[in-house]
Structures are given as structure tokens and as C-alpha cells.
């Protein structure tokens, strides 16, 4: 088979170890892909951007496709899942009228309250005036949210009422993302240890993978920047049994009902970004996609074979499916430039080790050039390993990332931590 994969970060070549271990699959095409993915054997990129629908169906035309897999959240917002569908290419991600569970925070928010799915209070607001006159009245902390994507920097907490008019008038007048200002939400500040549940779904069944815990903050102690997750570990020790069943209850279920009863039916992965908060677990946000770095830990931990999963969500036979997730645990632990998220430098060459059964590379901002590979991003790769225990994952995932070097190389050191606190 051949597969085409759009999207070029360290989740892309999660998703393209974990197709080529189908012995189904022949090739593969990334657009645009990156430098780790173009050196995988039997993968090749192609500098198309994820964002560029025509320049992809050209493409689909252009090459034997058997099955796309849509990985990325804006190409999926834009329609691509449409597009190549519309073309008879079978495709693994949500139409584009059920992505808008992440292109639009608005729609979601009203989706959500509209069929009872717990999340955190908010009121929406189209004008920035009104806005700020609301925004005297609130307490503090709280949260603005832009209702398109922003490049997982739509959120932003507020910590009084200064900020938050500053924030309106950045996000609503200013536009710094964009249409994505042209509404905004002011929502309740939550408290709660966040839990990422990504899960397979073809509209009719749910089927959760091991849950995961991101770490967003660019330095230790959840200090810095946000940025896009600087590691993850799974399984979430917050995640309880009991928590998972309430979940399925009160919030998965519902959710891909509630879509259906929409006529937006969805399949593909489903991401869940939880808070467990004392009043039970809210949804903060909904992902129409893997999240990344979430991917580098739960794919590792993935038994069964990734490919038939998404031919069988495509396919609406996901009941009689096979996923299945290894006992013990995993960590990724992203080396980044230093610097990110705000300014960074690129360009340098990136040393490799070796990695043993149970560890990955997943390279994300890093080109090809020849037999090297250039650092071009900010988040340059991700290291993780599998381990028996959280521990041994974490130590594996450490081992690995200090073998990498590259002149301007960064990671946090206490991904997973707070995970082996929540243990003991
Ligand atoms: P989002 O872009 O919606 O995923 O939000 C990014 C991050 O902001 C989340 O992972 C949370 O850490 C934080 N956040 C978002 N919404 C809330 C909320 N209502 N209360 C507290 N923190 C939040
Ligand atoms: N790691 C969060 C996300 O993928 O959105």
C-alpha cells in the first residue's frame, strides 16, 4: 500500500514507525514531512505545505494513493479530509465539519453545554468592548481563549483585570492570530491535574488509548513559556479507573453522539485535554487530531498495528478492532533549541545516537541535507523510551536525549516528575 501522510512533526514521524511496522506498507509520502521522516526507508518528503490543499490533491492525483492519514490540525480545519476523499482516497481524520470541534473553541464551547458535557464556564464575546465591560466583573484568575487556532497559544490566563484588557485588545484588535480574535471566550479558571486522552473513534464507537500527561511550560517546575509540550509520559497516574469509566460516561460518549446528532460525524482521533478538577473532570479543550508530544509516548505503548486501527475507523468496523496498549510506561523528553518558544537559532548539525529496542527518535524541526540533519525548528526532536515502570521509563528517555547533541540543545530535566510524585 501506499500512504500518504500530511503533516511534518515529531507526532508525523511517530505515525509513519508505527505504519511501517504493517508489512502491508510500501510507501510512504509526507507532505511536507521533515528530516527524520525523509531518512526513514521506504519514506519520502515532499515540500508541500500541510496547509496547501490544492498543491496536496495535485499531488494525490499525481501518485498512487491507497490511504491518507491527516494528522495535522490546520490542514484538517481547512478540509483536506474532504478533498481527498472527494478524490476516492480513503482517509484516516475528521471532515472538516467535525474538525471544527478544534477550529472553533466557540462551537465546541456551545456544542458542550448544549449536551451537558462538563466544562469549565465561559461566555463568548464577539466585540471587545463588551468584552472588557464584562471582564471588570470577573474574578481573577481567569482565562481569554481565541476561538480559532493560534498555534496552541490561543489560551491565556489572565491575573487581573490589566492583563485581561490587554490581552482582548491583542487578541480582538490587534489580531495578533489572526480571524481566529474575530470571537473570543472568557472562561472559569479550573485547578486540576490535565490529562490528554487521545482516542480512536469512527463515530459510532470510542475506543480510548493510554492516557498521557504533557508538560507544557518551557522550563522545570512548569516555569516559562508555554509552548507546544516540552514531554509527556503515559500513562497519567492521575487517570484512575474510575476516572476513565466517568470520562467515558459523562464525557466521550456523549461528545461523539453529540457530533452525530449534528450531522458532524467524527472519525479519526479525538483528542481530550481533561482537567480533574474537585468537581470531577471538565473538558478544557477537544483536539481533532494526535496530540504531539503526546503521540511520542502512546504509540510507543501501542501492541496492535496502527494502520489496520485507522483502516477500520475509516471503515466504521472499529467495534471489532484490536487496540491494545502495553503494560508499563513511557516518556519523551523534547530537545529543543534553546530559546524556544520565543527566539531561537537553527542550522546546526544534529549528532544521533543509537537507539535499542524500546527507544525512539522522533525528529520534528530538523531538514535533511545529504547524510546530515539540520536543526530548523524549535522543538528539533523528541527521545522517548518505554520502560516496566514510570521510573525506568523516564531514565530511559533521559539516557537517550543526552546522547543527542547539537550546538544549542535544551530540555527540560524533570519531565515525568510530577507523575512520580502523584505515584508514591
Ligand atoms: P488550550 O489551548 O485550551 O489547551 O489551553 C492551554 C492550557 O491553558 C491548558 O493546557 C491549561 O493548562 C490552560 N487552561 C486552559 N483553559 C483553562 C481553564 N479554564 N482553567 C485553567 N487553565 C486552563
Ligand atoms: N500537546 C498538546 C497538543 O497537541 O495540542
Do not use: W
Not at 18 to 41: D, F, S, T
Not at 187 to 196: A, Y
Not at 304 to 330: H, Y
Amino acid at each position: 500500500m501506499n500512504i500518504l501522510i500530511v503533516g511534518g512533526g515529531g507526532r508525523e514521524h511517530a505515525v509513519v514507525k508505527a505504519l511501517k511496522r504493517n508489512r502491508k506498507v510500501e510507501k510512504i509520502y509526507a507532505l511536507p514531512g521533515n528530516g527524520g521522516i525523509a531518512q526513514e526507508e521506504g519514506a519520502e518528503c515532499f515540500p508541500i505545505k500541510a496547509t496547501d490543499l490544492d498543491g496536496i490533491e495535485a499531488f494525490a492525483k499525481s501518485h498512487k494513493i491507497d490511504f491518507a492519514a491527516i494528522t495535522q490540525d490546520d490542514p484538517l480545519v481547512m478540509g483536506c479530509v474532504d478533498r481527498l476523499e472527494a478524490l476516492q482516497i480513503p482517509c484516516f481524520g475528521p471532515t472538516k465539519a467535525a474538525a471544527i470541534i478544534e477550529g472553533s473553541k466557540v462551537y465546541s464551547k456551545d456544542l458542550m453545554k448544549k449536551y451537558n458535557i462538563p466544562t469549565a464556564k465561559s461566555e463568548t464575546f464577539t466585540d471587545a468592548g463588551k468584552a472588557v465591560a464584562y471582564l471588570k466583573t470577573c474574578d481573577y484568575p481567569t482565562v481569554i481563549k481565541a476561538d480559532g487556532l493560534a498555534a496552541g497559544k490561543g489560551a491565556v490566563i489572565v491575573a487581573d483585570f490589566e492583563e485581561a484588557k490587554k490581552t482582548v485588545d491583542e487578541i480582538m484588535v490587534k489580531k495578533v492570530f489572526g480571524a481566529s480574535g474575530n470571537q473570543i471566550l472568557v472562561e472559569e479558571f479550573l485547578t486540576g491535574p490535565e490529562v490528554s486522552v487521545l482516542s480512536f473513534t469512527d463515530g459510532n464507537v470510542i475506543v480510548p488509548m493510554v492516557s498521557s500527561m504533557d508538560h507544557k511550560r518551557a522550563k522545570d517546575n512548569d516555569e516559562g513559556l508555554n509552548t507546544g509540550g516540552m514531554g509527556t509520559v503515559a500513562p497519567n497516574p492521575y487517570y484512575t479507573k474510575e476516572i476513565a469509566k466517568e470520562c467515558m460516561d459523562k464525557i466521550f460518549l456523549p461528545t461523539v453522539k453529540a457530533l452525530n446528532k449534528e450531522g458532524r460525524t467524527f472519525k479519526g482521533c479525538i483528542f481530550f485535554g481533561l482537567m480533574l478538577t474537585p468537581k470531577g473532570p471538565k473538558v478544557i479543550e477537544y483536539n481533532c487530531r494526535f496530540g504531539d508530544p503526546e503521540t511520542q509516548v502512546v504509540l510507543p505503548l501501542l501492541e496492535s498495528d496502527l494502520l489496520e486501527i485507522m483502516l477500520a475507523v475509516r471503515e466504521g468496523r472499529l467495534k471489532e478492532s484490536d487496540v491494545r496498549f502495553r503494560d508499563g510506561a513511557a516518556c519523551c523528553v523534547i530537545v529543543a533549541s534553546d530559546g524556544y518558544p520565543s527566539r531561537y537559532e537553527t542550522g546546526y548539525e544534529i549528532s544521533l545516537p543509537e537507539t535499542k529496542e524500546g527507544e525512539y527518535l522522533y525528529i520534528a524541526g530538523a531538514k535533511a541535507e545529504g547524510e546530515k540533519l539540520l536543526t530548523s525548528g524549535g522543538r528539533v526532536l523528541g527521545a522517548s523510551a518505554v520502560g516496566n515502570t514510570l521510573q525506568e521509563a523516564i531514565g530511559g528517555a533521559y539516557a537517550l536525549a543526552e546522547k543527542v547533541s547539537f550546538q544549542n540543545a535544551y530540555m527540560r530535566k524533570d519531565i515525568g516528575q510530577r507523575a512520580l510524585r502523584a505515584l508514591q
